[in-house]
């Protein structure tokens, strides 16, 4: 393969790759050889996760992997400092139970506390929290202190700063390529203007989108993709103005929908609202999630022409909550694949990151292994979903191995179509490139300055 100017030139024999080069390069030409075993495939793209979310969880008091609640109130309790304390990573699903402004209150009421959710999606403060943003009980919940996350009077709550932002922005950046991710779409249900620029602009080794929240929709420029929040309390109607709002402004919808319900009121607010963009892939209206499809759901999904972009990790890391929690019959129809993609719908796999971790061929695994068959998808197919396919719906890299294209590529230690299901996740990611340049600190070979180079290895996609 022959990049040059940050864009592959040649795919072929080592002949036709310098050949390529000639013609559009006087200088020397750098020969860089992939490892015996090793293989060349499109760089992986994360079409769904949250950045600034993963900053400040870098910056919070991390709840994931405690046991149960009385631990969450004792690591809460024993954190150091008297200002604005910050955690993630509770949910009661998995053994920390219910959390109320009254047990914060109990392991810390003498400091503003608040906790998110471990889907990102709702937050629960205390009463000094509650105070400092000059509210009551009454606003908050009924007294519990649990909130929407894009309640407004949240937008008081101290944030990352710059300094803080800008430093975790760049470890995330390296953990992000060290997967062999080359390109990210932020999909953040708050973000405005001001959001998107420091995404966009942050100095990140990836490239990034980000979509915006409704809030800030009108004043986001065409092509922005608008971040609507779908649950059992939205109404259709609104939500049907809400979409053709963003169309009149050229801009595609992101709705967020969990559960059957929210989907139905989501393809029933899309009837009639055609693409803003039509004939634009990256443009499409797009779910997010799907965590629950009916049957009968997907033929409209599909007839509804919007793609979807779910994360099959999920039933990974989430497996036990789906066991305990939903029959048999309706596990089968948790982040489906294969049955969308047979409906010719465009689907996209993504991680949700900090929900999960961004590991691109763990999403990969978890496709391959899924229980029901109609769901599994191959391995080729699964590696389509992280590259070519998350790059399509998302816009935000090129997803394949063409001359013309981006040099966005990643060098996996083995072929993923060549080794057993269970080892899909522990490939490692021996370097990663984005537009031409390497991204990774540790690489198959250090660049020099020549004006071209060809990567001599296996490629894969």
């Not at 769904?48 to 709840?63: E, K, N, T, W």
């Not at 150091?80 to 047990?103: C, F, K, N, Q």
């Not at 932020?186 to 990140?204: E, F, I, M």
């Not at 259709?236 to 809400?242: V, W």
């Amino acid at each position: 393969m022959a990049v040059s100017g940050g864009r592959i030139v040649a795919v072929g024999s080592r002949q036709q790759c310098r050949h390529a080069l000639a013609a559009c390069s006087e200088g020397a030409v750098e020969v860089i050889r992939a490892p015996a075993g090793s293989v060349v495939v499109p760089g992986f793209v994360d079409p769904h996760l949250h950045l600034r979310a993963m900053a400040a969880a870098r910056c919070s008091v991390d709840l994931a992997a405690l046991a149960d609640g009385a631990a969450v109130r004792r690591d809460l309790a024993a954190a150091p400092g008297d200002g604005w304390l910050r955690a993630v990573g509770w949910d009661e699903s998995l053994g920390h139970g219910p959390l109320t402004r009254a047990d914060l209150d109990a392991a810390c009421g003498h400091r503003p506390v608040v906790v998110h959710h471990a889907t990102g999606y709702r937050v629960v403060l205390n009463t000094a929290a509650l105070q400092a943003l000059g509210t009551d009980s009454a606003e908050a919940g009924d007294g519990d202190g649990e909130l929407p996350s894009d309640h407004p009077i949240l937008d008081e709550v101290p944030r990352v700063g710059p300094t803080e932002l800008a430093s975790a922005l760049c470890s995330i950046g390296e953990g992000l390529t060290s997967a062999g991710v080359v390109a990210v779409e932020d999909a953040t249900a708050t973000n405005d203007a001001a959001d998107v620029d420091a995404l966009t602009h942050g100095g990140l080794t990836v490239r990034v989108r980000a979509m915006v929240g409704v809030r800030a929709a009108g004043s986001a420029p065409p092509g922005t993709r608008v971040k609507v929040i779908v649950d059992e309390a939205t109404s259709t109607a609104e939500l049907s103005e809400t979409i053709a709002g963003a169309h009149r402004r050229g801009q595609p919808v992101a709705l967020h929908v969990v559960d059957v319900g929210p989907l139905q009121v989501a393809l029933d607010a899309l009837t009639g609202a055609p693409p803003p963009h039509p004939g634009r892939p990256d443009r499409l209206d797009r779910l997010e999630h799907v965590s629950l499809c009916l049957p009968e759901q997907v033929g409209a999904i599909a007839r509804a022409g919007v793609a979807v972009v779910t994360q099959p990790t999920f039933l990974v890391h989430r497996s036990a909550k789906y066991r305990s929690s939903l029959s048999s019959v309706e596990q089968r129809w948790l982040y489906r694949l294969g049955s969308l993609a047979s409906a010719g719908v465009r689907v996209a796999a993504s991680s949700d990151a900090p929900v999960v971790p961004a590991r691109p061929l763990e999403s990969v695994q978890a496709m391959v292994e899924r229980d029901h068959p109609a769901e599994r998808v191959d391995v080729a197919t699964a590696l389509d979903l992280v590259t070519r396919l998350a790059a399509v719906v998302s816009g935000a890299g090129s997803g394949v191995l063409d001359p013309g294209h981006r040099a966005d590529f990643t060098v996996l230690g083995a072929d993923p179509t060549a080794v057993v299901r269970s080892a899909l996740a522990d490939i490692p990611v021996l370097a990663t490139w984005v537009d031409g340049r390497p991204a990774t600190r540790a690489t198959v070979a250090v660049p020099g300055a020549g004006a071209g180079s060809v990567v001599s290895g296996r490629c894969c996609g």
